[in-house]
């Protein structure tokens, strides 16, 4: 399971790149990564405090007033996390989400630019489209991830961006959407402070912290939540 420190630090403006940094200690699945995060135009001087974060749009599946709420915290560079949706959320999702039993938030984590570069493309077509454009993040881990040089990664998200229906220029902009990029990251790090994650994927059961887990313990939890 992947361990991190969540230390995300003041995003400095590189010149030349068009981009911005953001400092993070952790160690992810996805061995060897850079942790610099690096994107459009965006003047990103501010500290993540005085970010505005308010147009972060959480995704959401399953009934608003399901009586049971289950957040997970993933990175899409978490080969944990591709095994979870491989198997585990599946069957979540068609035994208790789509029965209308569990209220399902996704909230991302970002070990590395990767993550939020996988992000930005899985955001870009909206709420209607997020889980499933994850779902071929998720599925294409090994390959894009692993793609060698950070142009190589790039363009290989945008291949899955296209297999889901985005254009070419939709998905630029995304992918150049500096203050979108910047508010992605302060929102992230203010979820995982408040709610003490520390790896990945870990899941928030109705207010209460658990880390991985088999299909069997999820249903465990559940089931005694909704007997409760």
């Known amino acids: ?56 749009v959480e995704m959401v599946q399953g009934a608003d007033d399901a009586p049971v709420t289950i957040i997970e915290y993933a990175s899409y560079t978490c080969p944990h996390c591709a095994d979870f949706h491989a198997g585990t959320y599946k069957q979540l999702k068609a035994d208790y989400i789509d029965t209308g039993k569990v209220k399902f938030i996704y909230r991302e984590v970002f070990f590395d630019r990767y993550g939020l570069w996988a992000s930005m ?54 992918l150049t ?11 992230y790090e203010a979820n995982a402070q408040a709610d003490g994650i520390r790896s990945t994927p870990s899941f928030i059961i109705d207010g209460q912290l658990y880390s991985n887990m088999s299909y069997s313990e999820f249903q465990r939890v559940i089931d005694g939540k909704l007997d409760g």
């Open 1 to 56: 399971m992947s361990k991190w420190m969540p230390i995300v630090a003041a995003a400095v403006a590189v010149a030349g790149l068009g981009g911005w940094y953001v400092t993070s200690q952790n160690t992810t699945g996805a061995s060897n990564l850079p942790t610099e995060i690096g994107f459009g135009a965006a003047n990103a001087q501010e500290s993540s405090g005085d970010v505005d974060t308010s147009g972060i």
């Open 177 to 187: 959407d500096g203050d979108k990029a910047q508010a992605l990251v302060a929102w």
């Open 121 to 174: 493309v899985a955001r870009c077509g909206g709420p209607e489209r997020f889980f499933g454009i994850s779902d071929l993040i998720y599925q294409g881990q090994s390959t894009w991830a692993r793609a060698g040089e950070p142009a190589a990664i790039a363009d290989e998200l945008r291949k899955i961006g296209r297999l889901a229906g985005l254009g070419q220029e939709e998905l630029q902009a995304c």
